[in-house]
């Protein structure tokens, strides 16, 4: 039995190595005083999620989703020779001298509507009367519109000419067989649910909208539309602001209750989630302090990684890969809880994932240039995200202004800007004039 | 019995006149050609609709919305003051000499966290470890970060002075009790939503989105997905390019299935669908042909305008107030059935009729500028809305060159273009360089 024996030879041979302990791949390097730049940090995190797998659905609902396949057309658009206009249909030699002055009478052998098939050829010496978008019979040359004769019904009296083609849309001229009309990877635009709809189309393979699960944490948090009962209590905020962002985003949004500063309670609510999430987001419990459970708790619920990013606000930041299964886990994103700290980070890290898992490019927003209208000063070290009001003229030029203090509290600034100004490590100052990067805002 | 004889009396006297058939209030006059203008037409539909009725709607719902409310802040933010970083509480007298090589030590006499209240007065010559966000005591007048501490449990070792106010966030340094947040008719931003949840707020009046039902007609039409079977037969691609782009603007949409050129079934589904509509929109039926039923058969069925609009493509228009009983007519905005027409309408006249019933302004695209690439000629006596492809540079210059050709049928030429190119009805050329009006199209 020699096929037993090498069997149990290779058994014994391979011996078994301790597991290791799954984690996630190495984090790129600190590299300003430090600290990870927000660069680094987003492409770590766009490297550890993929896009949703696609399915098919319904154009309409398709609308501002991610095509997942080339769309070909099978068909000529039109389909047939049709008529441009509601007319007469002849051929241009029976007409071919016809004007005010001289008009031509012909006889109405028919009428074709939208919608009618299988036509007998037209005569030499006949007309038939068509309406627009109805086929164009063989031997028609053109078509005269109403305008151009006295409509007649059994006799037409007919006072233009026609050259060949006039008013007859030909097969094909809008779209050919075989074209390729939209590339995987473009967003589905209510022009592109047209043109789709019109070769025929009614289903799309595209990705779903992620189904994002966001948790605000902290004991002091007290839900909107009830009474503050304590001194220390403040609402909380970031679920509503991270979820509507999210939900501006494209994506389809949890908002679950606030989660106390309890060990347990975190787990069990991170827990429970986890099974409807494609995303989880939570707020606050991140940073250095006594309290900052999320950042103790977390990594017995996945993989992760705590780190600090050399940004202001949003310093502080988390991630993770959630749930015990390899082929299971969520990625989550930790945010500080400061309001501002919590909206800037969305912008800078979570829309990008949130636009990744979508197939949405490009995942981030693009860098615009905006001029400053007063000198903007900033803090070297770390890239700042200042508020800032942006305002165009008609020519789409650019101006910005700041709004209000650095404060990662100030929910009334934020509220009144209109998009991020960012100011890299190395800028002190950029003067009146000058242009700058900004992130502008949706609005919807 | 001198009542009734009063009363018949009056009876008598008020003689009944021919009660008038109801009407549409007059519309505009031609102005260009003997046709009405693109901007009259659209005065005149939004003249005959208001915006719907507002509720109370969960703040992330309103995401998108329009506010019909003024929201003011009953409540300062920050609450109280608070610490913007964890470490700890001092008195500035018992650290005015702290630095690297001259520390203080002082005993620790407790520790708030986020959330705590009713704290005791801070006593001198004594500090209390604080959280981020957690109330500062009575007494303390600046708070030492962690980083320029020991740390110290019971005693800690300080390095460092405070100013007074030091890392301390005043009550109302973000908002005041009283301060007027938003204004009516804002637009409902995630930012927005974030500062409302930040001062309890957590419902908000605000118009719901209109439920807006598409209908094509024409029975030339076959359902996408299904096979074209007669010679004749197109796609019905306008009720899912109106669907898409209804949806993109903010509607709920209901597409109807496509109904054929006749008269009953087009009476029949247009009553069907009034209850749930607070908008119809068919396409096609509305030019001058002998099969445009639509236009011969609404005027049954409520109040209607039809006209000729001074633009070029969707020049024939057609209106109506739908519906039996005055106070319950459903407006209904009849466009052509060319699909580039189709869009064209849906720009010019449906989508600010559906900003309007959401309270949402600007109720028209705002006319940008760009900067022909290459000469742009055009056709005198109309508005030409031609579709153009937009390019932006960083500092957000744009410029515009033409797609494809004028054709309204021409789906391809529509889904590449990002832009309608608004030219009036004086304009021949526009020479390179030059700028013109634009309305930028929306993606999503």
């Known amino acids: 039995m020699p096929l037993f024996g090498r069997r149990k030879k ?26 990870r730049s927000m660069q680094d940090h987003r492409d770590y995190l766009l490297s550890l999620v993929e896009p949703l797998p696609p399915f098919g659905q319904n154009l309409i609902e398709a609308q501002g989703l991610s095509l997942c396949e080339d769309i070909v057309s099978h068909i000529d658009l039109p389909g047939f020779d049709n008529s441009a206009m509601d ?22 052998v028919g009428e074709i509507a939208a919608g009618d098939g299988d036509l007998p050829p037209l005569a ?23 305008e151009g004769t006295n409509r007649g019904s059994e006799t037409v009296r007919i006072f233009a000419p026609g050259q060949p083609g006039l008013n007859i849309r030909r097969r094909g001229e809008d779209v050919t067989a075989g074209t390729l009309l939209l590339n995987e990877g473009d967003l589905v635009a209510p022009r592109n649910v047209g043109l789709m709809a019109g070769v025929g189309i009614d289903k ?14 902290g004991s002091e948090l007290v839900q909107p539309g009830n009474p503050l009962t304590g001194g220390g209590q403040i609402y909380d905020s970031n679920s509503y602001l991270l979820a509507a962002a999210a939900k501006a985003a494209g994506a389809q949004v949890y908002r679950v209750g606030l989660v106390s500063d309890d060990p347990d309670e975190i787990k069990q609510t991170i827990s429970d989630q986890l099974v409807r999430a494609d995303l989880l987001v939570s707020s606050g419990g991140v940073s250095q302090g006594d309290y ?11 993989l992760t990684d705590f780190t600090e990013v050399a940004m202001q606000p949003g310093k502080p930041q988390g991630f993770g890969l959630i749930g015990e299964h390899p ?13 501002v700290s919590a909206f800037v980070s969305f912008e800078a890290f ?17 860098s615009e240039r905006a001029f400053a209208t007063k000198a903007i000063r900033s803090v070297k070290g770390k890239l700042q995200l200042a508020r800032g009001i942006v305002t165009a003229d008609a020519g789409g030029r ?15 600034d934020l509220a009144r800007a209109n998009a991020l100004v960012l100011l890299g490590p190395e800028t002190e100052v950029v003067p009146a004039g000058q242009p700058v990067a900004v992130w502008m805002l949706a609005d919807g």
Chains 1, 2 share one sequence.
């Open 327 to 339: 082929d299971d886990r969520v990625p989550m994103i930790m945010v500080p809880g400061n309001p």
């Open 124 to 146: 030499a010496g006949t007309v038939v009367k068509i309406m627009t978008g109805a086929p164009v019979p063989d031997g028609a040359e053109a078509v005269i519109p109403y």
């Open 204 to 217: 799309v393979l595209a990705r779903p909208r992620p189904r994002v699960v966001v948790i605000s944490t």
């Open 398 to 412: 650019r101006t910005v202004e700041l709004v209000g203090g650095h404060g990662s509290h100030l929910m009334g």
């Open 87 to 108: 007319g007469y249909a002849v051929r241009c030699a029976d007409v071919a001298e016809a004007a005010e002055d001289n008009p031509v009478d012909l006889p109405v």
């Open 10 to 35: 290779q058994t014994e041979v391979a011996e078994q190595p301790e597991p290791e302990a799954p984690r996630l791949p190495d984090p790129p390097a600190p590299s300003i005083n430090g600290l």
């Open 292 to 302: 900052d459970l999320v950042k103790s708790v977390l990594p017995e619920l996945g």
């Open 350 to 366: 979570v829309r990008p994932v949130i636009r990744k898992l979508m197939g949405v490019e490009p995942y981030v927003r693009p």
